[in-house]
């Protein structure tokens, strides 16, 4: 007999960790920080009831370096953190870009800038998620704007991790992260979920060699008996240091076809009431909710306005925005910081539509009259 769905009442935090042990997460590496602290707590009592260990570090770069080893071995790996957490996790980051390691990276985002607001909600990491780290590379980003997309998404963001042998980034807030509400956990049979592809002979393995027309290497686990050697240096198909420029430039483009090869598979995005809109609201993540009362207040008033609310922050779904865009007399961008995704907005729309901005930094979420005034201002 097939089970009913499990619906419960959580935060979240808790939807995030129960979506990453629904997708096979057994490692957690990390150092509590508000507001992302329930991630480490939870992990702490859930994983060694399936198995998995959790290890709190010394620092955050101890918790991510541990947990890449971990994901080094074959293990599912997560690590969370916030604030300047994330700004010290960044080498690391680009070490997993580089060495293609799979890898979950949690940043529920709070005030800053340095210790900034602990407890109050921002979405200021916006930009670091995508330029933190030094040096060319993808960056696959997501960003949920309730607990039960949390729960979702989390998985999606281990798949893409296994599917694309690199660290995947959840960019939630403190007001998502700490809210709860009613979700629906589906049967786990009912579940997509995607495992690294594994070589199967250990002749002649190459640890970053593909096939022809292929980006991402299939990928041995230490201590399963294959030559491997890893490193954050530049390197040819076997792992080790090359200063070949011509292997560099092979390698790096490589990396940035992962992405951009696979858009169609990773951009996600939402429309909401935009097939007769004459203005867009452009918005994600907790500020997103207000964006979509404000919308329904708005239409009550006769405004035909929409909203196109990012899910997949980064890669940037520039191509369909661009085509909205050409249909609309203003693009407002609603988001808890002094200006970030506008520029990406900015930089997409260009004379096609006016930017407008709604933006605060205060550790006060954006309200629907906020954003409501703000539209009105134009008319």
């Known amino acids: ?12 935090n808790k939807a995030c960790i129960m979506g990453a042990l629904d997708a096979g997460y057994r490692f957690y590496g990390g ?27 010394e620092d955050e770069i101890g918790g991510i370096a541990a947990a890449i080893g971990a994901s080094l071995t074959g293990k599912k790996s997560m690590t969370a953190t916030s604030g300047p957490g994330f700004s010290l996790k960044q080498e690391n980051i680009g070490y997993a870009m580089m060495a293609e ?8 985002q709070r005030g800053g800038p340095s210790t900034g607001l602990p407890t109050s909600p921002a979405q200021g990491d916006m930009m670091q998620a995508k330029w933190g780290t030094h040096g060319d590379h993808p960056v696959i980003a997501l960003t949920p704007d309730s607990v039960q997309e949390t729960y979702y998404m989390t998985i999606r ?25 009613k979700i629906v956990i589906p049967n786990k049979e009912d579940l997509e979920i995607i495992d690294r592809i594994k070589p199967t002979e250990k002749e002649g393995y190459l640890p970053y060699g593909v096939e022809e027309g292929e980006t991402v290497p299939k990928m041995a686990s230490f201590g399963d008996g294959y030559r491997y050697h890893i490193t954050g240096l530049a ?19 490589r990396l940035m076809n992962k992405v951009n090869h696979n ?37 009550k008033d006769g405004i035909k306005v929409g909203m196109f609310r990012l899910k997949t922050v980064w890669p940037f779904p ?9 249909n609309v007399k203003n693009v407002l961008v609603a988001e808890m910081n002094l200006g970030q995704m506008v520029l990406e907005v900015e930089r997409v729309v260009k004379n096609n539509a ?10 006060e979420i954006i309200t629907p009259e906020e954003i409501i005034e703000t539209l009105k201002e134009e008319f």
């Open 1 to 12: 007999m097939k089970m009913k769905s499990n619906i419960q009442f959580v935060q979240g």
């Open 31 to 57: 150092y509590p920080i508000t507001p992302s602290t329930e991630l480490a707590e939870l992990s702490a009592v859930e994983l060694p009831k399936v198995g998995g260990k959790f290890i709190q570090m």
């Open 101 to 108: 390691v799979p890898l979950v990276i949690v940043n529920v």
């Open 157 to 181: 963001a281990f798949n893409l991790a296994e599917k694309y042998r690199m660290p995947v980034m959840i960019m939630t807030d403190e007001v998502i992260g700490h809210m709860r509400e």
């Open 235 to 253: 390197h040819d198909e076997t792992g080790f240091p090359s200063n070949s420029n011509e292997n560099a430039k092979k390698l790096l483009d």
């Open 263 to 299: 858009l169609d598979d990773i951009l996600d995005y939402e429309e909401y009431m935009l097939d007769d809109a004459e203005h867009i609201v452009l918005s994600y993540g907790a500020t997103a909710r207000s964006a979509r009362a404000a919308i329904k207040q708005m239409r």
């Open 318 to 326: 520039e191509e369909r925005l661009l085509e909205l865009s050409k």
């Open 354 to 363: 006016k930017i407008l901005f709604c933006g605060r930094a205060d550790g």
